[in-house]
């Protein structure tokens, strides 16, 4: 199965049935292989270990700039000591978001919130979202108002989007999923993506 799409860090929520409900628990991706996962499993949902026996068939869905993935998936390993191992299916479904490209790219990011506005610096940046560090402690899974700074002859952009935890290893770097931004906006951070990866490909051509 190719899991190009699958990357350290990203965010998987797997599904445990658990008799007449069904629970829905966020783990991240430690390690990515050709055929399964090993993620991370929350201390706080340790009383659903019971549920997650080797062999017991659960579906997991990979969160990413690029869409949602839906696998149908067994637990490898159950959890333990914080992780959870899971094995894919040959066939997953694909809830496709727009694709959009992404580049490297470092300015200012602002957090606007009524106890006070944080300054942060970006890592990249698409038509989809920001990748971005944050030395203070963000709640994730929130919807945020933010500002991005494109270019600095022209006014901040306005931004509102969902924020997740981008990489399971760095506590301080997160992801802001845009929910609500303006399609004159979005065009320009498009073009600006497109300008960067025209300057990265004439410099990889010396």
């Given at each position: 199965m190719a899991l190009s799409a699958v990357k350290r860090g990203q965010k998987v929520q797997i599904e445990v049935d658990i008799?007449?409900?069904?629970?829905?628990?966020?783990?991240?991706?430690?390690?990515?292989?050709?055929?399964?996962?090993?993620?991370?499993?929350?201390?706080?949902?340790?009383?659903?270990?019971?549920?997650?026996?080797?062999?017991?068939?659960?579906?997991?869905?990979?969160?990413?700039?690029?869409?949602?993935?839906?696998?149908?998936?067994?637990?490898?390993?159950?959890?333990?000591?914080?992780?959870?191992?899971?094995?894919?299916?040959?066939h997953h479904q694909v809830i496709q978001r727009r694709k959009y490209l992404r580049m490297p790219f470092i300015s200012d990011f602002y957090i606007i919130r009524e106890e006070g506005n944080i300054k942060t610096a970006t890592v990249d940046l698409g038509g989809g979202g920001i990748r971005f560090l944050c030395e203070e402690e963000l709640v994730t899974d929130k919807i945020y108002n933010a500002q991005l700074r494109l270019n600095p002859a022209e006014p901040l952009i306005k931004i509102e989007g969902t924020i997740f935890k981008k990489n399971f290893y760095r506590n301080n770097e997160y992801v802001m999923e845009f929910s609500r931004i303006e399609e004159k906006d979005r065009d320009k951070i498009i073009q600006k993506c497109l300008v960067l990866e025209r300057i990265q490909n004439t410099k990889s051509d010396f």
């Open positions: 008799g007449i409900n069904r629970q829905i628990i966020d783990c991240y991706i430690i390690e990515p292989e050709s055929d399964r996962l090993t993620l991370s499993f929350p201390e706080s949902k340790k009383e659903y270990a019971p549920y997650l026996n080797e062999g017991t068939e659960i579906k997991a869905f990979v969160y990413s700039f690029t869409g949602i993935m839906i696998f149908d998936s067994i637990v490898f390993d159950s959890p333990y000591n914080g992780q959870i191992v899971i094995e894919f299916n040959e």
